[in-house]
Nanobody, 125 residues
Framework: EVQLVESGGGLVQAGGSLRLSCAGS????????IGWFRQAPGKEREAVSC????????YYADSVKGRFTISADSAKNTVYLQMNSLKPEDTAVYYC??????????????????WGQGTQVTVSL
């Protein structure tokens, strides 16, 4: 059974940093495309950053380019999202997701088969 468990969310002041983790079980991250999405109250879920760990291709939303970094540790079967220079508009529930495909970065949320439970990120002024 494929499972994804996010951790690392919390409350941080603007300008601060957080590192989110997405621990996978029941699958190998190298065989999957992984994405980080977020959803703020009253807003659509949006892709933040996605990667294909099999070829290290990545995608970043324009709003997070230069501030967020996605990475994977295959030995730990874990994907990370390092978030620096956080802004209040980054406040949302962050989800990781996985779909079995190699050498492809997937940005469209409905294409993902597996989702974690989400972790809250709150950035205060």
């Amino acid at each position: 059974e494929v499972q994804l468990v996010e951790s690392g969310g919390g409350l941080v002041q603007a300008g601060g940093s957080l590192r989110l983790s997405c621990a996978g079980s029941g699958f190998t991250v190298d065989d999957y495309a992984i994405g980080w999405f977020r959803q703020a109250p009253g807003k659509e879920r949006e892709a933040v950053s996605c990667m294909s760990s099999s070829d290290n291709s990545t995608y970043y939303a324009d709003s997070v380019k230069g501030r967020f970094t996605i990475s994977a540790d295959s030995a730990k079967n874990t994907v990370y999202l390092q978030m620096n220079s956080l802004k209040p508009e980054d406040t949302a529930v962050y989800y990781c997701a996985a779909v079995k495909v190699r050498h492809l970065t997937v940005v469209f949320a409905p294409l993902y088969d597996y989702w974690g439970q989400g972790t809250q990120v709150t950035v205060s002024l």
